[in-house]
């Protein structure tokens, strides 16, 4: 959720005013290919964005006369890579590292910041792997099924010991703020928070108050709204044709709800195989509401004109896909949910096959089971 809303943020670019400077980053990136850094400040109640080109290759300082942040995301190379340091007023932080590998950045300058890097330190051999094995999977062409089952089967032995020694560090440590950024990183799971809740009711009381720690126990609330059986949170927002949209918008037939953006490359709809969905079912048994993160609402309309399928969609228009992501907990995309007749979530996913499988079995069973009842 976090990385959605900072790239959303990042639209805004607001200069700096007087007064004396309360957090200063400065950095040198290794291998960093743009040499355009994009930088969210964020509190619990608000976020500014800036941007900053380097001085020399890597290498940039970002300044801030505004007080009253708690942290501020580094997006760099493109937005594609990220990273988060934690503020403490007139605490300069710097950050080192080889930008292919954002995981194991070092940011110097703070007690949470330089917990955090030793931690990383001791993580760094399972963290490259993990790296080079994303960008193994992610590599396009040239990778037999073999070797990609290879590398998931890898993948997955790195994310547990790294969750294990996550663990351990927590259970250890159940005072230290690091503790709770560490329970976001591993253990954030928006299908079940039995683990999250698990880890947050064993750290120490006087973490209660630590903000981190707030927003974690606000994700679980929001997790359960939309666990699988959850009646779906009900909304009304307006389509990019002005017409207002809403839960009960469509009565007594399945809605699917898919979330993307144009910046994501597994969002293409006929990926999701929601062209193929659409033409399958009847309006009767099925409709679809897209919500896009984009704010180019003439882009989106020169698409739609090219486009044989006239998608009910809603965009980012007047901040209404970001509070419907916020509603759902939607923290990667593409996600789709499936709400039945009876407004229940009963499918919620990243890919388009499942979707595509939960429907023949759901609606087809129906249709066949009212084509009995109707020959009685």
């Not at 591993?186 to 973490?207: G, Q």
């Amino acid at each position: 959720m976090k990385k959605i809303l900072l790239i959303i943020s990042a639209i805004l670019f607001l200069s700096s005013c007087g007064g004396d400077v309360v957090y200063r980053i400065e950095g040198k990136l290794d291998n960093l290919e743009s040499q355009v850094i994009y930088i969210v400040f964020e509190s619990e109640n608000r976020s500014l964005a800036d941007t900053v080109v380097c001085e020399k290759p890597g290498q940039f300082k970002i300044e801030r006369h505004q007080g009253g942040f708690d942290q501020a995301t580094l997006f760099f190379e493109n937005k594609s890579s990220w990273f988060t340091v934690y503020l403490e007023p007139g605490v300069k932080v710097t950050v080192t590292g080889d930008a292919h590998y954002p995981v194991l950045l070092q940011a110097k300058g703070g007690g949470l910041n330089n917990e955090l890097s030793a931690i990383r330190k001791k993580m760094a051999p399972l963290l490259k792997e993990q790296t080079d094995l994303f960008a193994g999977l992610n590599k396009s062409g040239g990778t037999t099924p073999a070797d990609r089952n290879e590398m998931l089967s890898k993948l997955t032995n790195v994310n547990h010991q790294l969750s294990e020694i996550a663990l351990a560090y927590i259970q250890n440590h159940p005072s230290e703020q690091a503790s709770a950024v560490l329970i976001q990183t591993f253990f954030v799971n928006p299908d079940d928070t039995r683990k999250l809740d698990e880890l947050l009711i064993a750290l120490d009381p006087e973490l209660s108050g630590f903000y981190l720690v707030k927003e974690l126990e606000q994700y679980s609330v929001r997790a359960k709204r939309t666990a699988l059986g959850a009646e779906a949170p009900d909304f009304t927002v307006n389509n990019i044709y002005g017409k207002p949209v809403a839960l009960d918008s469509f009565p007594d037939k399945y809605l699917l709800l898919t979330f993307t953006a144009p910046w994501c490359d597994m969002c293409r709809t006929d990926d999701l195989y929601l062209d193929e969905i659409e033409k399958l079912y009847s309006k009767d048994d099925l409709e679809q509401l897209l919500i896009s993160l984009d704010d180019d609402m003439e882009g989106v309309h020169r698409l739609l004109e090219k486009d044989s399928i006239q998608w009910n969609l809603v965009t980012d228009s007047a901040g209404q896909a970001t509070l419907l992501i916020d509603l759902y907990n939607v923290t990667a995309l593409p996600r789709c949910f499936l709400i039945d007749e009876e407004g229940k979530i009963v499918l919620k996913t990243e890919n388009g096959i499942e979707v595509k499988q939960t429907l023949e079995k759901l609606i087809n069973n129906e249709n066949r089971n009212k084509e009995k009842e109707g020959g009685k």
